[in-house]
């Protein structure tokens, strides 16, 4: 399956899935979308113009008469430069941004769903916004909170800004070492940056040959792994905090995108029944996002048959012990103040 038939298929799913809501499902996808495309090109940008920097520190070192080789008045220098390499301070506002961003899309669903539903009523929109807003700022500070292996989110953006920084001090001083030109340093600095270590071991295999591993393949792509994963959580976060909120939610839909050639973890979640229907999960039990890295897969809210959520909201109107989870809602989260 190529990748844009899969994209196109997802939607069709959600499409499916939301019926009179499509516009709505649509929307959050969009935003969610358009979000990780960003994503690519700012994450490398990152790399890039903190690499570009020292290269051109480098250059200046030369022309400034520190030498005609590599040594260790460079190494000297460059230290203050790659400590503040400002890898690490740039991640961290990316995900600041786009945490919040994804949380916002996961959103959308439930909260235009919900607030279309009850624009039918008496009931006035203004608590609920602020249950949303509510439920969406203790979302991301949920992912903030997120511990993997023991560490918390930021202390994994600080990681690879360390490791960025070992990297480029082992090409620093593997020109150090062989009194390489500063300005062919300068080079494979810019080039192993955006090529990664496969051209730099063409160009350079004997600089390769001592070096080994100890440089990564593609530095910058491992940041973005880990961005498009808390981004992925981050959605996933906003789409269950929204729908506990909303009064008509009944389950999470697990949908697979396309983009699975061999099955996985994700067509389990998929495919599970709880009695909800075909990857529908119960309130309280739902999956969270992403099921591994690179994930695309999207959670969707299921919300009851608006006449049928409609007559209930009626019947609790003139009764309220008609419907306890309606009067649980509007007690708990619709009157909620804090
Ligand atoms: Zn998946």
Known sequence: MGKLPSAQELLEQLKLIAGPFA???????KKYVDLRLRQDQAVRSIYIRSADKIAKEIRRLKRTGAGSEMNMRYLASLR?????????????????????????????????????????????????????FRVNERAVEAIWARTQHGLHLSDRIWK???????????????????????VET??????????????LAVDYPEMMDRMGN????DISYEALRLVRTETAAAFG??????ASVSPSYTGMKWVIS???????????????????GKGVWPPGQEPPMPAHPNCLCVLISVHEDTDDFMKRLNEWTKD?????????????VYSEVA
């Not at 400590?83 to 439930?110: C, M, P, R």
């Open 320 to 332: 309220p012990k008609s419907h306890p989870d309606l009067e649980d809602w509007y007690k708990n």
């Open 214 to 217: 100890r440089i990564p393949q």
């Open 258 to 276: 396309g983009s699975h050639p061999i099955p996985d973890i994700c067509d389990d979640l998929a495919n599970a029944d709880h009695g909800l």
């Open 186 to 199: 300068a080079r494979q600095l810019e080039k192993y940056i955006r090529r990664g270590r496969k051209t």
């Open 23 to 29: 516009e709505y499902a649509l929307r959050g996808r």
């Open 80 to 132: 203050d430069s790659l400590k503040h390499n400002g890898i690490g301070e740039s991640l961290q506002e990316l995900l600041t941004k786009d945490i919040v961003k994804a949380v916002d899309a996961g959103s959308t669903y439930s909260l235009e769903v919900t607030m279309s539903q009850i624009s039918k009523t008496k009931l006035v929109k203004q608590p609920l916004q602020r249950a949303f």
């Open 160 to 182: 690879h800004d360390q490791k960025y920084r070992m990297a480029m001090s082992e090409i620093i001083q593997d020109g150090v070492a062989t009194g390489a030109d500063p």
């Open 237 to 242: 976060e906003g789409t269950i905090a929204a």
